[in-house]
């Protein structure tokens, strides 16, 4: 058999398919000491180790099966598969708004190349629409591909590349934009274009996709039908981000951009608001509100944009023992600010003080956040907490960890005086501080208590 119908393969994986003359792309059956499973071969990855064959079971999962387990395949059909997404032209429908979707790199619509392993993204309107044809009753699509990168990859540059798009695409008259984002660090360009355009006229929507678009589970398609119906047809004119709510298909809720965080690694219902209540929930059919407080949309195409951001503001998480050198060191590096990570209500311990002062003395800007999250930074409350204001330490309320190095790094990209620098900080532009977290702000449950649990029966489906 010709190895090019083993597309991947080598090693122990390609001898057994030889032995029992399975193509991939082969429906086969797999009689294995662990039970037997049907499906269609899938090629490997070319930097895949040799010891699995790959399937697709009927549920459309990819299951790998040790070939040391394998007592007999048998290839029952061969049917070559496209993962290639249908392209169609997405329909103009006159009355409905305009929306631009920027492209990062996420995989929000999408194929996978299983030579490689690499997940490909559909992004032209005529291959989402071949994607998700939904998209047409939602809004008038364009796109646009601003970057290709991870999520992870994503920082300053990318951040003051998409403010300025922003700005001229709302210039240009759209009715929203949508920009598509992996998950991992969405939060932080949620942060990020907060700070960069404020006073929108229209809604700018960040969405991602935890699970890419070939899987039965994915959440893909719904998070981008919500995210255009928000940014077509809300009201709340502010930058948001947009994902599951529950971990069902049931809704999507809207999060302000400065209060949001991803909070697990593979949950749908990753992002949640901290602090405070999401904005609103979004379903295909209608936008719920749950504040009534946020910038509304208006027709006007004024907004400003501010693009800046200084690479030279760190973060430091602080542990039981940290040694002095390890702020030493940034100040070394010529680090001009400093967001600390305390514990409780923000502390860190006494053997910092002299790396904290000597850090005050170089002008560095210190600020600190907290460890849990929820709450309110309090220094005045214990001698360790004045003991750091004392040595320049700026408590920054509520501020979490993440918005807060972001708005820092803002702030120093404009100016390095340290009282403007400090009113900046301080002074709320979006709710990245808050007066005070309403009383469903916090909710943070624990399983397997006879309360809790009558709850989850109720509404986890």
Not at 107 to 132: C, K
Not at 182 to 201: I, Y
Request: glycine share 10%; with cysteine.
């Amino acid at each position: 058999m010709d190895n090019d119908i083993f597309q991947g393969y080598r090693g122990e994986a390609l001898e057994i398919l030889k032995k029992y003359r399975v193509r991939v792309w082969g429906q086969a059956e797999v009689i294995t000491t662990r039970g037997e499973f049907r499906g269609t071969v899938l090629p490997r990855a070319e930097n895949d180790d040799d010891k699995h064959i790959v399937i697709k079971i009927i549920t459309g999962y990819n299951i790998g099966i040790a070939v040391d387990t394998i007592s007999k395949m048998k290839e029952t059909g061969y049917k070559k598969a496209s993962y290639k997404i249908p392209e169609k032209e997405f329909p103009v429908t006159p009355g409905l708004p305009r929306v631009k979707l920027f492209g990062t790199g996420g995989t929000i619509a999408s194929r996978l190349d299983y030579r490689t392993g690499a997940v490909i993204p559909a992004f032209s309107p005529g291959e989402l629409y071949g994607a998700v044809p939904e998209l047409a009753d939602i809004c008038n699509l364009e796109t646009e591909k601003v970057f290709a990168v991870f999520s992870e990859n994503m920082g300053p540059k990318q951040y003051i590349a998409l403010a300025k798009a922003i700005g001229k695409e709302i210039e240009k008259g759209v009715d929203g934009i949508v920009i598509g984002h992996g998950t991992d660090t969405l939060h932080h360009t949620g942060a990020a274009l907060s700070f960069m355009c404020q006073d929108l006229p229209v809604p700018v929507v960040l969405v991602g996709s935890q699970r890419s678009s070939d899987r039965p589970s994915s959440d893909a398609a719904l998070n981008l039908m919500h995210a255009m119906k928000a940014a077509g047809q809300s009201d709340i004119a502010e930058v948001m981000v947009c994902m599951f709510g529950p971990t069902s298909d049931d809704y999507g809720l809207l999060h302000k951009g400065t209060r949001v965080r991803k909070m697990h690694s593979s949950y749908r219902s990753t992002f949640r608001t901290i602090g405070d209540t999401p904005l609103a929930m979004v379903s295909r059919e209608k936008i719920d509100l749950i504040k009534t407080s946020y910038n509304k949309r208006r027709n006007d195409r004024k907004v400003k944009i501010l693009p800046y951001f200084s690479k030279d503001v760190s973060m430091l998480y602080y542990y039981p023992g940290m040694r002095p050198d390890v702020l030493d060191a940034m100040v070394d590096k010529g680090y001009k600010g400093i967001i600390f990570v305390g514990t409780g209500l923000g502390h860190v311990n006494k053997e910092l003080y002299p790396a904290i002062d000597r850090a005050r003395e170089k002008g560095v800007h210190m600020y600190m956040t907290l460890q849990t999250l929820w709450g309110y930074v309090h220094m005045f409350v214990y001698d360790t907490g004045r003991d750091m204001m004392a040595r320049g330490i700026i408590p920054a309320g509520n501020m979490l960890p993440e918005v807060a190095w972001v708005k820092l790094s803002w702030i120093l990209g404009q100016t390095n005086e340290p009282e403007k620098v400090k009113k900046m900080m301080l002074t709320p532009i979006n709710d990245e501080i808050t007066k005070r977290e309403p009383y469903n702000g916090y909710l943070v449950y624990q399983g397997g208590i006879p309360e809790v649990d009558d709850f989850v029966r109720r509404v986890h489906k």
